[in-house]
């Protein structure tokens, strides 16, 4: 029997949840940190606090945040990922935005951390760039980050459906038109910084 109580997007919540413990198992989250978050109606639904380091990604619909985007604000819910303004800002920025993935994926934080863009050795499908650029530098959990990261897709992906960007010294953020090309586009590009940390360290890289 269907449970009224249910929203209509529930499907679509069981598979974000779904895609975050696939992401937690392949590495591209970790238990450290990272938030999704996918966009329904109106609002966005973003992965709570801690979601990685308590709840190890196991996550339920019940479990994740929702967040208005029918006007602005200057406050979020309490429960929602301290890097929730990221995910707020970049849908305000772009009706087309769907889902946002921000990770602390090791090989993608090497080049954040080294404060380097990361050179894409292939074209990466739906995606409109060659680099994966950095943002300004801005302390973690504020909105002075998100504004960062705002900035950096606005001045680099203007007008497209996807987007990603390295953060200085704390990550990477991707951007896209729905929840599976998010995942594909994080994929592509944590690949790419794998192959070419790999081709550095045996000497191939140009």
Not at 56 to 76: G, I, N, Q
Request: glycine share 8%.
């Amino acid at each position: 029997m269907r449970n009224e109580s249910k929203p209509p997007w529930h499907q679509e919540l069981e598979e974000m949840c779904s895609a975050a413990r696939r992401l937690a198992d392949t590495g591209l989250l970790d238990f450290s940190g990272g938030n999704l978050s996918l966009r329904v109606s109106n609002a966005f639904y973003v992965t709570p606090k801690y979601a990685g380091e308590e709840m190890r990604w196991d996550l339920l619909p019940e479990h994740l945040v929702e967040v208005s985007l029918a006007e602005e604000t200057e406050s979020l819910p309490k429960r929602a990922s301290r890097e929730s303004w990221m995910h707020y800002e970049l849908y305000r920025l772009e009706p087309s935005f769907a889902a946002v993935i921000h990770t602390h994926q090791k090989d993608l934080l090497s080049f954040a951390c080294a404060g380097e863009p990361l050179k894409l050795p292939n074209e990466v499908e739906g995606f409109p760039a060659e680099v994966i650029p950095l943002t300004e530098p801005a302390p973690a959990g504020t909105r002075r980050l998100a504004l960062a990261v705002r900035k950096a897709v606005s001045e680099h992906f203007a007008g497209g459906s996807r987007a990603g960007v390295l953060i200085p010294g704390h990550g990477a953020v991707v951007v896209a038109e729905s929840l599976r090309g998010a995942v594909g586009l994080l994929a592509a590009i944590a690949s790419a910084a794998y192959v070419e940390i790999a081709c550095r360290q045996a000497g191939l890289a140009e």
